[in-house]
Every structure is written in structure tokens, then in C-alpha cells.
């Protein structure tokens, strides 16, 4: 099936300065895709990029198998709604008119979708007060909408929850996976807030220096990170006939270490391993986030 | 484009600057045809017809432009909505055509504001025009070209620069730069070719002296013709031969107007085109 969106080799030069190098990227339709990334690694620029709010220095992107050089580009770019930095909104309009207003934009033929838009995201009460005198989160779902206009089959997020409290974190977050589940609208959301990306993300790409460092599923994520037991041992050979004689799960990193996936009675262990001549020289609980994956892939040197 | 157009005349009705713009334009024009009226009443120096005040409000055209095309257009930048229009498919050239079109329509409208109000309270304080009902439409006609050669000028600016501020800044600092050159231009190109000088007689009375060439004066050549050109040109130079209503040409600068317009449009397609929207 044709992803949602591809890039291939997509780069944006800013005089000397590289924002994107070379960035290949797939998100499955349907997915939540996660984009991690550390502040200036090319999020937003290349969120910018497949917006058509600027143009790539090289490289291409397609948008449901429509290249970005081609021209029927901007027929493919009405399956998709984005909210860039900040929510795209008259302020000195009322949420309706605001979304009246994309209708227009859009050349609807009537205004059916608005109301029923306006209680997706809990906007319905607002009347006829104006979008400037409404919160962070409220603005922030009113572009949501407004982004919503037209259903959209993409939907593009880049940094949503920034600067919202914990309640209007929630309530975003509620929203995004409603529009994943019930109307099957692909996601793609950059975040900083990593632990919040990982309730969320069905894929996950991490960027860093405007390129692509690994793109994985969440299940993917979930097994390279899951809870173990990191063995350190003078002969990670004789490790592996024990725990194979335990019958526990491992992956051998080195010569000398394995990770153990089993709970394990460590007095069992380090006899078993006495009498194969093998000493213990270290136990490690592991228990990786999606922020120490990240870091740990990317280097934590610069991590903001 | 009929789209963005649509969605654009409902932003055009719903702004306040536009209203504005049309009361300062419709009081400008109130007012200098009472003062012209006061004046033929109280000073038999001045004639009984419209001439001399009708035409005033050319002088305001390009400043009420300048701030309307920046509250139509600034907010697009500032709120980020002419974003929305590029993702969802609209291309960069329509965003920019339905804006120009936008404040040129808002242009005329300010013109028309002054106008109307100008002939109905006028025509029947002080009759017709003494230069003719042809001359007097032209003129018409040339001041709303010339506020379509503003409106290419402002939304220009407006759509290349993304600050709400700064843009209308800039609008307001070319209006004003625009004006001002016009006015320089005018000092130098009426400088009269010499100086009356005076000399004072024995008797204590001041005598006309030979008079002397004046330095500022700008001899028929190369240089007059170009400074002729520019203020002929100039939005500026043509506002102030409105206000005077000493319009030697006015078929001219009707077709300047329509070379300012195009010329404008053609480089903010281009420049627009080129430019990185955040």
C-alpha cells in the first residue's frame, strides 16, 4: 500500500547551514508517527517542507504517491491538514467563523461538519467569543479543527502540546488517537515531550542533525527496549549454556555480556556459572524509555 | 482562486481598518468641500464651483492604502493563516493574486467613500466643475488608477515582509517616503528661473532689483526631464498634482499607474514565490 508520506533524500540548505541532509522517511497510513528529534535536528523544517511552505534544496517527497514535483501535488495536499509552531487561526474570530472560514478556503459547498467538528474538540460552547481571548489549549484544538476541515486523510502536528498544562496535554492527546481509531487519520507529530510521544506513536522516527537515524515501529521500539537484566561475565559462552539451561530469554551484546530477559534468582546464576568456571563481573537492571533509547542513539552529548 | 477570494470578501467586510479608512476618507472630502464653500462665501477671490476642494482627499488615498492593505494582509502572516491556504493546496501565486485584488478593492472603495459624498454635498453647494465634466471624470478615473498602482505597492511589501508590525511600518514609511519625494519634487520643478531681489533706495524704500538667476532653478535639459519624469511617475508626484488638481497629463499617468501596477504584481509574484514562510 502507498504510505501516507515518503521523502526521499529530502535536504533544505539555509545559506551554509544544513537544516535537512538527505532525509528519507515513511509514514504508514494509519499510523501515529512519532518524529523525535533534539531542538534544530530538522523537525520543523521538514514538517515545513511537506506543508509546501518552502521548497527543498534537493531531494523529493510524495504525498499519498504524489510527487512533490508533480503538479497534482496540490490536489494530494487537500488530504492533508497540518497545524505548524501555532495554530493557524483568525484570532479576531469566533471558533465557527474560523472554521466557516476554511470552508470557504476550501470551497465546501455548505457548512454541514462544523458543528459536529466543534464537539470533536470541545469547542461548542465558545459562542460568539473571539479565538484571541481563548486559552493556549483552546486555540490549540481550535487549529486542530480547523485542520480537520475537508476530513483530511493526514494529519500533521508539530509540537501540539507545547506550553499546554497537564489537563490540555490530556486533552490533545485524547483527541489525536479519537481521530486515529475513529477516523482512521494518519498522524504525523513531532514532540519534545517524549513521554507523552510514547503513549501515542504506532511508528516512530528519530532524527538528529537533519537526518534520519532510525525509523521503527512502536512494537519494534518496545522489544529493543524492554525490561532486562544486562550480564556482564569473563566467558559470555559459558553464560549462554546456562541460561539455555535455565531456559531463560537472552540476546548476547558481546564476548563477555548478554541480556537477560527472564527474572532471574542470581544465587542460581552465579553458581551455575562457579561451576562452569565463569565469574560474574557485573548485573545491570535495564529498563530503557523512549528518552533513554533516544539518547542513547542519537548520544547525549548535545541532547537539549 | 474564487475560492480564496470568497473567504477573503468575507475578511474584507469584517475589517475595521477598511471602515476606517472610508469615514477618514469620506471626512477628509466633507470637510474640504465646507472649507471651499466657507471660503466662496467669506473671500470674492474664489470661484463658485467644486475644483479646488473636490479633489483634496487624492492627498490622504495613499496613506488609508498603505494601512489597509496592512491590517488585511498583516494578520494573514501574523496569525498563520495564509499557511492553511498553501497546505491545503493553494498555490502561492493565487494566495497573492486574491490579496492584491483584496486591497485593490479596498483601494476603490476608500476612493468611492470620498467621491460620493463629494458629489452629493458638493454639486449642489457649488455647482459643477469649472474644468469640465470630461476633465473632472478623468481626474476621477486617474486618482482611482493611482490608488490601484498603491494597493500593487503596499501589498507587495505587506506579502514579503511576515511581521504584523513591521510590515505596516514599512507600508506606512513608503506612503510617507512616496509623498515626500513627491513634494521634493514638485519644490524643485516649480523653482522659478530667477530671483526678484530688492534694494533699498536713499530715500529708505525698498525698489525692485534687477533680477538675478535663480541657482535652484532647473534649466529645460536632460535633468528636468528626468526629475518631470519621476514626478509624473512617483504615486507621490501624481497625489500632489491631484490635490492641485494641475494635472497636465492625466492619460499619462493613468497608463504610469497601470506600468507601477503590473510591475509591482510581476516582482511580488516572483519574490513570493521565492520566499520561506514560517
Redesign the interface.
Known amino acids: 500500500m502507498t504510505p501516507a508520506l515518503k521523502t526521499a533524500g529530502l535536504t533544505k540548505r539555509y545559506g551554509e547551514f544544513t537544516a535537512l541532509d538527505g532525509l528519507d522517511m515513511t509514514v504508514p497510513r494509519g499510523a501515529i508517527y512519532g518524529l523525535v528529534g533534539r531542538n534544530g535536528a530538522g523537525k520543523t523544517t521538514l514538517i515545513r517542507l511537506i506543508c509546501g511552505l518552502q521548497r527543498p534544496s534537493s531531494g523529493e517527497y510524495a504525498i499519498y504517491g504524489v510527487d512533490s514535483r508533480d503538479k497534482a501535488i496540490s490536489k494530494a495536499r487537500r488530504r492533508m491538514g497540518a497545524v505548524v509552531e501555532t495554530p493557524s487561526i483568525y484570532l479576531d474570530m469566533s471558533a465557527e467563523d474560523n472554521l466557516k472560514q476554511q470552508y470557504r478556503i476550501l470551497g465546501l459547498p455548505d457548512f454541514t461538519g462544523i458543528q459536529e467538528l466543534l464537539e470533536l474538540v470541545g469547542l461548542t460552547d465558545t459562542g460568539r467569543k473571539k479565538a484571541r481571548n481563548f486559552s493556549l489549549g483552546m486555540k490549540q484544538r481550535l487549529g486542530i479543527a480547523v485542520a480537520l476541515c475537508g476530513d483530511p486523510d493526514l494529519l500533521v502536528l508539530d509540537e501540539p502540546t507545547n506550553g499546554l498544562d497537564p489537563q490540555g496535554i490530556i486533552e490533545i492527546r485524547e483527541l489525536i488517537l479519537k481521530l486515529n481509531r475513529e477516523r482512521q487519520i494518519t498522524v504525523l507529530i513531532s514532540s519534545h515531550i517524549l513521554d507523552e510521544l510514547s503513549r501515542l506513536a504506532t511508528h516512530y522516527g528519530f532524527i538528529d542533525r537533519g537526518r534520519m537515524v532510525k525509523e521503527l515501529s512502536a512494537e519494534a521500539l518496545e522489544t529493543a527496549s524492554r525490561k532486562c537484566t544486562r550480564v556482564t561475565v569473563s566467558d559470555a559462552s559459558a553464560l549462554a549454556v546456562v541460561l539455555d539451561g535455565m531456559g531463560a530469554e537472552y540476546s548476547l551484546i558481546s564476548e563477555n555480556a548478554a541480556d537477560v530477559y527472564a527474572k532471574l534468582n542470581i544465587t542460581d546464576l552465579t553458581l551455575a556459572l562457579h561451576d562452569h568456571g565463569c565469574d560474574v563481573l557485573a548485573l545491570d537492571e535495564r529498563d530503557e524509555s523512549l528518552e533513554s533509547f533516544f539518547v542513547n542513539l542519537v548520544g547525549g552529548d548535545r541532547h537539549a | 482562486m474564487?475560492?480564496?477570494l470568497?473567504?477573503g470578501l468575507?475578511?474584507l467586510a469584517?475589517c475595521k481598518a477598511l471602515w476606517l479608512s472610508c469615514a477618514v476618507a469620506t471626512g477628509y472630502e466633507v470637510f474640504a468641500v465646507l472649507s471651499r464653500c466657507q471660503r466662496v462665501v467669506e473671500e470674492t477671490t474664489y470661484s463658485h464651483n467644486l475644483d479646488g476642494g473636490f479633489f483634496r482627499f487624492a492627498g490622504v488615498i495613499g496613506l488609508v492604502s498603505a494601512l489597509v492593505c496592512a491590517f488585511l494582509i498583516g494578520?494573514e502572516h501574523g496569525?498563520?493563516?495564509m499557511?492553511?491556504?498553501?497546505?491545503?493546496?493553494?498555490?502561492r501565486r493565487d494566495i497573492y493574486l486574491s490579496n492584491l485584488i483584496l486591497s485593490t478593492l479596498a483601494s476603490l472603495m476608500t476612493c468611492l467613500a470620498a467621491v460620493l459624498p463629494g458629489l452629493v454635498l458638493g454639486l449642489p453647494l457649488l455647482g459643477g466643475f469649472e474644468m469640465g465634466t470630461a476633465r473632472a471624470t478623468l481626474m476621477i478615473l486617474g486618482i482611482c488608477t493611482l490608488s490601484m498602482a498603491y494597493a500593487a505597492l503596499f501589498t507587495l511589501v505587506t506579502m514579503l515582509i511576515s511581521g504584523r508590525t513591521v510590515s505596516l511600518t514599512a507600508a506606512m514609511v513608503l506612503a510617507l517616503a512616496l509623498l515626500a519625494a513627491g513634494a521634493y519634487l514638485n519644490g524643485r520643478l516649480s523653482a522659478p528661473p530667477t530671483i526678484q531681489g530688492y534694494d533699498l533706495s536713499v530715500n529708505g524704500q525698498l525698489v525692485a532689483a534687477k533680477p538675478s538667476p535663480n541657482p535652484a532653478y532647473i534649466p529645460e535639459g536632460l535633468m528636468r526631464s528626468a526629475l518631470q519624469f519621476l514626478y509624473d511617475f512617483l504615486p507621490g508626484g501624481q497625489t500632489g498634482q491631484y490635490v492641485t488638481t494641475e494635472v497636465a497629463r492625466p492619460v499619462l499617468l493613468m497608463v504610469y499607474d497601470v506600468v507601477i501596477f503590473v510591475a509591482a504584481t510581476t516582482a511580488g509574484l516572483v519574490l513570493f514565490r521565492r520566499k520561506?514562510?514560517?
Do not use: E, F, Q, W
Open positions: 474564487r475560492n480564496l470568497s473567504a468575507v475578511r469584517r494578520p496569525d498563520g493563516t499557511r492553511n491556504k498553501m497546505i491545503i493546496g493553494h498555490s520561506d514562510l514560517k
